[in-house]
């Protein structure tokens, strides 16, 4: 099993590594990696594997039973090969301050109205989450958003770290995707920003909220009954 370095340093952008596998060519299995695979709303990293004088464009980063793989753009990489992952920075940093974003909205929207996100979907250049409420206006999200921005205008540190099952079940509003149960894993990986969320959660994020800059919002819909839909972004 590869070992997963963006879980303990979202901020690691280049790293050695071993060829572990290779299928049908282009489909490459690395000792160790720092490109976060597309899952949990968050999309795969971009980037590229340098192996000598050639160079291989990271296009796909999928996790297939349990191994991350990586699709490169041609063949040619074997297993054994020593090479050199470099990460597309400025995607992922992009990623990184949405995600955040995502979750402090998803935590004031949760905290003052009780709903639950329903879906969301991090993208370059918006993000997106479906919450269950029958009536809401866009005067009042907008409100959130303000709020959310009033954060991230201040040093709000962001932790993540593992925590017992058990533990971790204890904390209130540990997860806030309707319906959604964390891996059945004997330790959970919890990404806390102080004082404002603390979750189960998967993802790249900031080490402080400062480096969110600020939101703004698009649009909002109505999905149908007890469903609405935001779309907002980075400024
Ligand atoms: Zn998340």
Known sequence: MSKALYLVDSYLKETDATVVSVKDGKFVVFD?????????????DKGKIVKGA???????????????SHEVDHAGLQAG???HLVLDWERRYRLMRSHTAAHVVASLLNQGTG????????????????????????EVLETYLEKANRLFGTDVPVKWYELPREEAMKVPGVV???????????TLRIVEIVGVDKQADGGTH???????????????????KNNRRIYFKLN
């Open 54 to 68: 050639e160079t291989f464009a990271v296009v796909y980063v999928g996790k297939f039973s349990g191994e991350i």
């Open 81 to 83: 090969d020593r090479v």
């Open 176 to 186: 806030k995707m309707a319906g959604a149960f964390p891996p059945d894993l004997p």
């Open 115 to 138: 709903a639950l996100i329903t879906g969301n979907q991090l993208d370059v250049d918006h993000i997106r989450f479906d919450f269950n409420l029958e009536q809401f206006d866009r």
């Open 32 to 44: 160790q990696t720092i490109f976060y695979p597309n899952g949990g709303g968050q999309p795969y």
């Open 206 to 224: 900031v080490k402080n909220l400062r480096e969110v800059g600020q939101v703004q919002f698009i649009k909002s819909e109505n999905k149908g």
